[in-house]
């Protein structure tokens, strides 16, 4: 462990210290306030569209619940477990680094990484379904394949209104995993910076914030896997 | 110090006054996972079950509840500043009133037969 006193504000000279900042509690508040201060934006960011499909999913409940049932449902459970096993890596990574184990911390960091790209390739085998299934928005739509509660092909009005449906899945689903994509290069940098051994009990706020961000994108997929995957036929 | 931090599960919310934050137990977080994996089981039981109108309810439930669970424990803010909780208070805050101003606008339509502007 450092030489640094428990009780002099020793952190003052803590070479992450930058010099606008008090003490490194104070440093690490900013930070993390800034983050939530963020993620408070992204929270009306993704509010906006699921404002948008909460208004259309009442106004074309068919097209939304015919929709719906053409996800697997085995795949959108199984990619809600993988996210939320890489939550509980990247929560570990943060104790890890809290506690200055810097090989534990780079261990986490890249199991993260893993899981986050098995969600993301479970996204891409969806994302080719739908296309190979001409359920892309556009001048290819093709509601034929959809089913409604009767097990019928879908009247013309609902086969139409089903194509908005796709839209917000694709503009939900898409950003939500730009944002992993995002993501996985930032933890990629941590898991350097962690090895190169520039993080310590006294100093691993990068860590710490990487982790608020990865959780707040788990958060959203949380809400968008029961709105986008579970859509029941009746009311 | 190391030693300190492991075992110190409970310390008092606001750090230790030297730049330290909160060290939250490896059980806690264990037992947050298992209960996420159980809330999203449960999510998918229930979306099975006919329950009327209350499907939608229970699954956006139980969303808010593992939401809860990654923000106080995962994300930390049991152990934040209350400035964080502000943070999140204000999103949460514009969020509901989002929503529901545009919620009202939609429903009094239906209601005064304007039709909808979807339409």
């Given at each position: 462990?450092?030489?640094?006193?428990?009780t002099?504000?020793?952190?003052?000279?803590?070479?992450a210290?930058?010099?606008?900042?008090?003490?490194m509690?104070?440093?690490?508040?900013?930070?993390?306030f800034?983050?939530?201060?963020?993620?408070?934006?992204?929270?009306?960011?993704?509010g906006?569209?699921?404002?948008?499909?909460?208004?259309?999913?009442?106004?074309?409940?068919?097209?939304?619940?015919?929709?719906?049932?053409?996800l697997?449902?085995?795949?959108?459970?199984?990619?809600?477990a993988?996210?939320?096993?890489?939550?509980?890596?990247?929560?570990l990574?943060?104790h890890?680094?809290a506690?200055g184990?810097?090989?534990?911390?780079?261990?986490?960091?890249?199991?993260?990484?893993?899981?986050?790209?098995?969600?993301?390739?479970?996204?891409?085998v969806?994302?080719?379904d739908?296309?190979?299934?001409?359920?892309v928005?556009?001048?290819?739509?093709?509601?034929?394949?959809?089913?409604?509660?009767?097990?019928?092909?879908?009247?013309?009005?609902?086969?139409?209104?089903?194509?908005i449906?796709?839209?917000?899945?694709?503009?939900?689903t898409?950003?939500?995993?730009?944002h992993?994509?995002?993501?996985i290069?930032?933890?990629?940098v941590?898991?350097w910076?962690?090895?190169?051994?520039r993080?310590?009990?006294?100093?691993?706020?990068?860590?710490?914030?990487?982790?608020?961000?990865?959780?707040?994108?788990?958060?959203?997929?949380?809400?968008?896997?029961?709105?986008?995957?579970?859509?029941?036929?009746?009311? | 110090m190391a030693?300190?931090?492991?075992?110190?599960a409970?310390?008092?919310?606001?750090g230790?006054?030297?730049?330290?934050?909160?060290?939250?137990?490896?059980s806690?977080?264990?037992?947050?996972?298992?209960?996420?994996?159980?809330?999203?089981?449960?999510?998918?039981?229930?979306?099975?079950?006919?329950?009327g109108?209350?499907?939608?309810?229970?699954?956006?439930?139980?969303?808010?509840?593992?939401?809860?669970l990654?923000v106080?424990?995962?994300?930390?803010?049991?152990?934040?500043?209350?400035?964080?909780w502000?943070a999140?208070?204000?999103?949460?805050?514009?969020?509901?009133?989002?929503?529901?101003?545009?919620?009202a606008?939609?429903?009094?339509?239906?209601?005064?037969?304007?039709?909808?502007?979807?339409?």
């Amino acid at each position: 462990m450092s030489s640094l006193s428990e009780t002099a504000p020793a952190a003052a000279h803590h070479p992450a210290l930058r010099h606008h900042f008090e003490s490194m509690e104070g440093q690490k508040e900013a930070s993390t306030f800034g983050m939530w201060v963020f993620i408070a934006q992204e929270i009306l960011f993704f509010g906006g569209m699921l404002l948008a499909y909460t208004i259309y999913r009442n106004l074309y409940y068919d097209s939304f619940a015919a929709g719906s049932h053409h996800l697997d449902v085995k795949l959108g459970t199984i990619n809600t477990a993988v996210l939320i096993c890489s939550s509980l890596t990247m929560a570990l990574a943060v104790h890890a680094a809290a506690l200055g184990r810097r090989g534990a911390t780079v261990l986490f960091l890249l199991l993260t990484i893993a899981l986050g790209s098995v969600f993301l390739g479970i996204k891409v085998v969806e994302y080719a379904d739908k296309f190979h299934h001409h359920l892309v928005p556009g001048p290819y739509y093709d509601a034929e394949v959809l089913r409604g509660a009767d097990g019928k092909a879908l009247p013309p009005e609902v086969a139409l209104h089903s194509q908005i449906y796709f839209a917000l899945y694709f503009s939900l689903t898409g950003l939500h995993a730009l944002h992993m994509i995002i993501g996985i290069p930032i933890i990629a940098v941590m898991a350097w910076l962690a090895r190169r051994g520039r993080f310590s009990p006294e100093y691993y706020t990068p860590v710490e914030i990487t982790g608020l961000y990865w959780h707040f994108v788990d958060i959203v997929w949380i809400f968008l896997f029961p709105l986008l995957y579970l859509i029941p036929h009746h009311g | 110090m190391a030693e300190h931090a492991e075992t110190g599960a409970h310390p008092p919310a606001h750090g230790d006054g030297h730049g330290r934050g909160h060290v939250v137990a490896v059980s806690t977080y264990l037992l947050v996972f298992v209960a996420l994996m159980v809330g999203t089981g449960l999510t998918v039981l229930a979306s099975y079950a006919d329950l009327g109108m209350w499907n939608t309810p229970v699954a956006m439930a139980i969303a808010l509840t593992k939401a809860s669970l990654v923000v106080f424990f995962f994300m930390h803010l049991k152990y934040s500043p209350k400035l964080s909780w502000v943070a999140v208070g204000a999103a949460v805050f514009w969020l509901v009133n989002m929503i529901a101003g545009i919620a009202a606008d939609y429903v009094s339509r239906v209601y005064l037969n304007l039709g909808n502007p979807g339409t």
